[in-house]
């Protein structure tokens, strides 16, 4: 059968937009060395004319730097067309990639939904709130045996009139010992002598006398 009606020619694969966007940016870098190329020829036919008398010489030179602006200019256009599609078929690979990533998304969300249905099968609510009630049933019952537990015994009755009249009595005694009277003897006590003994003065700084040995002296009956 292939010898009678030959093989068929193979499909060539789709175009990449990522190869295409290479090719594209590949030609415009070509074109960007060119350009490159033509601006330092036009420097070097501009500092030629700028040292050049006016006459035929100078406008041979002339004419090949239009010749190579010329060029320029067109490789300049083929540049600006060259970014433009690259930029057009940037654009619309970054709208279908969002596509793709959209649908991945949503494809795992809906995994994710169907596995979240799935445990939640397994969760009963009346479960959960019978487990609720019974451990604050437990709690109240841990808090009856506590105070079980606290309670006292053999404890002696009380009047409450007995206590409040010990409590004030207590107070009165706590008053009593804070009183600081005791301390107005010493504090009027004689001054120590600021002298050393056997000096002329004899007397205190509050003009209490005092011996030779600096000691207050003991009046005569």
Do not use: H, W
């Not at 599609?85 to 998304?105: V, Y």
């Amino acid at each position: 059968m292939n010898r009678l009606f030959g093989r068929g020619t193979p499909k060539a694969p789709p175009p990449d937009l990522n190869d295409c966007i290479t090719n594209i940016d590949g030609r415009e870098e070509s074109v960007e060395k060119k350009v490159a190329k033509l601006d330092a020829e036009l420097k070097k036919y501009s500092d030629q004319m700028k040292k050049m008398r006016n006459g035929p010489s100078k406008n041979m030179v002339k004419q090949k730097a239009m010749r190579v602006l010329k060029q320029k200019k067109m490789y300049e256009s083929q540049r600006e067309q060259l970014m433009q599609q690259s930029f057009n078929l940037e654009q619309q690979n970054f709208a279908i990639q969002t596509m793709k990533d959209t649908k991945t998304t949503v494809d795992a969300m809906k995994v994710g939904v169907k596995q979240f249905k799935k445990e939640y099968k397994n969760v009963d609510i009346d479960k959960i709130e019978d487990m609720q009630d019974d451990m604050e049933d437990l709690m109240e019952q841990a808090n009856d045996v506590q105070e079980a537990m606290g309670r006292s015994y053999g404890m002696p009755e009380v009047d409450d009139d007995e206590l409040e009249a010990e409590l004030d009595a207590l107070g009165d005694e706590i008053g009593l010992d804070a009183d600081s009277s005791y301390l107005d003897d010493a504090i009027s006590a004689p001054s120590v002598p600021t002298r050393d003994p056997g000096e002329s003065t004899a007397a205190t700084a509050d003009g209490v006398p005092v011996d030779e040995f600096g000691l207050p002296q003991i009046p005569a009956k």
